[in-house]
Structure formats: C-alpha cells, structure tokens
C-alpha cells in the first residue's frame, strides 16, 4: 500500500512535469490518501482556473477523473493527533503531516510531487524514507 498525495494526483488529470511518473504509480499497487486529499487537489484545480490554465469546465471534468481515481479514502480521525504532533515537531503544514501520519499508521511511505514535503524524510531518523519523492 502506497500513500499518495494531492500534488501526485492532480498530475493523474493536468499535463505537468512528472506527469508520466504520476500515472505509472496508480498501477505500483493499493493507493491511498486521507480523506481530504480530493479537497486539495481540487484546490489546485481551482488555482489552474485562476490562472486561466484551465476553463471552468475542464477542471469540473477533471475532479470527476479525480473521483474516480483508485485512491482508498481514509478517515482522518486516526491520524489526526499524530499529525498535529507532526507539524509541531517538523514546522511543516498539518495537511502534508495527515499524509505522513497516515503513512507511519500503515507501515509505509507517502510518495509526493511536492520538493518541501520530500525533504521531511531527511530531518529525522525515524522518518527516513517515510516520505518519497515522485522522481526519485
């Protein structure tokens, strides 16, 4: 089982850098994601569309790709404390810490596009590989 972030998935439905690594991780195995990560991908699709790199309509398509991603929603509430701890401990946004709560839950690792969120495996011991580049 492989956590997946929003900054991969968006990659799934917008041509960015890395797309092609995105797309080829929905079949390495079982992904999954806490539940907000349909929330922030939309998120950055609402981005696109402020930047006219998407039409309105394209990006209510593509959250509907999105939704029917193979990505297990988990409920937050498991990880929720543990996240909060996280973000304390690591100065770093709580909703990146939900993936890596998540991914120390389960027994595996957080695969992210995302270069910040990347870096956190190297800040401590106990987290080494716990949070995985896309292109690396």
Same mark, same amino acid.
Do not use: E, N
């Given at each position: 089982m492989i956590v997946v972030d929003a900054s991969v998935a968006v990659k799934w439905v917008v041509q960015e850098p890395d797309s092609a690594a995105a797309e080829a991780l929905r079949f390495a195995g079982e992904l999954i994601a806490p539940e907000n990560w349909l929330v922030e991908a939309a998120n950055a699709?609402?981005?696109?569309? #402020?930047?006219?790199?998407?039409?309105? &309509?394209?990006?209510e398509q593509r959250l509907l790709e999105l939704r029917a991603a193979? #990505?297990?929603?988990s409920a937050?509430? &498991?990880?929720?404390h543990s996240a909060l701890q996280l973000a304390i401990d690591l100065n770093h946004p709580i909703y990146d810490c939900l993936y890596l709560a998540?991914?120390?839950?389960?027994?595996?690792h957080v695969v992210t596009a995302d270069r910040r969120f990347a870096a956190l495996s190297g800040r401590r011991a106990d987290l080494d590989g716990r949070v995985r580049s896309l292109t690396l």
């Open positions: 699709l609402w981005k696109y569309v #402020v930047r006219r790199q998407l039409s309105a &309509p394209q990006a193979p #990505v297990i929603a937050i509430d &498991p990880d929720i998540l991914a120390i839950r389960l027994g595996t």
